[in-house]
C-alpha cells in the first residue's frame, strides 16, 4: 500500500490556514485530515463547515473527513456536497455499520470505520470487505497533544494480517501522536497512512513546509 501523509487541519495556524495549505502542497503532502466533533461524542468541538465550504475550492489535496460525532448518518450527506473525498465514522456506538458503509459508498465517496484505541479489531473481519480505510486511533479521541498508546500498534498488525488474508486492499491509517518515533513500528505493523499533527510537522520548531516535506520523506523511505 502506498505510504500517504494526512496533515491534521486542527492543528494547522487559523489565521493563515491557507498560507499553510499552500505549504503543505509544497511539500507534496496529499491529504487533509479534517476532524469534525460535536462535543456530545467527544467533549470538544472543531472544525465549522462554513471553513470548509470556503476552503474547498482553494486546493486539490483530498479531503479526509474524520466524523467524531453520534448519528453520523445525519451528516454523510453534508460533507459529501462540501467536498470530502473520504468519510470515516465511529465503530462505537454506531450496531448498523454495513448500513452506515453502504450510506457513504451511495454518496459517491471513500469510507473509512474508526476505532478507538480500546476497541477490538475483530469485528472489522466481516466489514474489511466493503471499506477503503481503517482509522486506528493511538490516543482517545478529542483533543490533540495526547500520549500515545503503544498497544495500538499490535491491533495495527492484526487489521493488515486480516486485509491479507481476506484478500482486500485496504488503508489503514493511525491518528494521534504520529512522530518519527512512533512511526517505524506502526509501517512494521501494517500502517500506511499517517496523520501528522502536533508530534511531527505541526510542531512549531521549524517552518511548515519543511518539516512536512521531511515528515513525508521519512515515512515514504521506511
Keep these: 500500500m502506498k505510504t500517504r501523509i494526512s496533515a491534521s487541519l486542527d492543528c494547522a495556524n487559523y489565521l493563515a490556514l491557507l498560507e499553510d495549505v ?7 503532502i496529499e491529504m487533509l485530515h479534517i476532524d469534525i466533533m460535536d462535543g456530545v461524542f467527544v467533549p470538544n468541538f472543531a472544525i465549522g463547515t462554513n471553513l470548509l465550504k ?3 475550492p482553494q486546493t486539490s489535496l483530498l479531503f479526509d473527513v474524520h466524523l467524531m460525532v453520534v448519528n453520523p448518518e445525519a451528516h454523510f450527506s453534508l460533507f459529501a456536497q462540501l467536498g ?3 468519510i470515516t465514522f465511529h465503530a462505537e456506538g454506531n450496531p448498523r455499520l ?6 457513504v459508498k451511495r454518496l459517491g465517496k471513500k469510507v473509512g ?7 477490538s479489531p475483530e469485528f472489522l473481519r466481516y ?12 490516543v482517545d479521541p478529542g483533543f490533540v497533544g495526547q500520549r500515545f498508546v503503544p498497544e495500538v500498534v499490535a491491533k495495527v498488525e492484526v487489521i493488515r494480517k486480516m ?19 512512533t512511526v517505524p513500528q506502526l509501517k512494521r505493523a501494517g500502517a500506511n497512512v499517517f496523520v501528522a499533527g ?8 521549524e517552518d511548515l513546509e519543511a518539516a512536512a516535506r521531511r515528515f513525508r520523506e521519512f515515512c515514504e523511505r521506511l
Design 127 to 138: 466489514l474489511l470487505p466493503y471499506l477503503d480505510l481503517v482509522l486506528c486511533m493511538t
Design 163 to 181: 486485509s491479507l488474508e481476506l484478500g482486500v486492499a485496504v488503508d489503514i491509517a493511525v491518528d494521534g501522536g504520529i512522530s518519527e518515533e
Design 98 to 103: 454495513h448500513h452506515l458503509v453502504d450510506a
Design 54 to 56: 470556503k476552503l474547498r
Design 22 to 28: 499552500r505549504k503543505l502542497e509544497r511539500a507534496g
Design 84 to 86: 470530502a473525498d473520504s
Design 198 to 205: 502536533t508530534s511531527s510537522i505541526f510542531s512549531g520548531r
Design 113 to 119: 470505520i474508526a476505532l478507538n484505541p480500546s476497541t
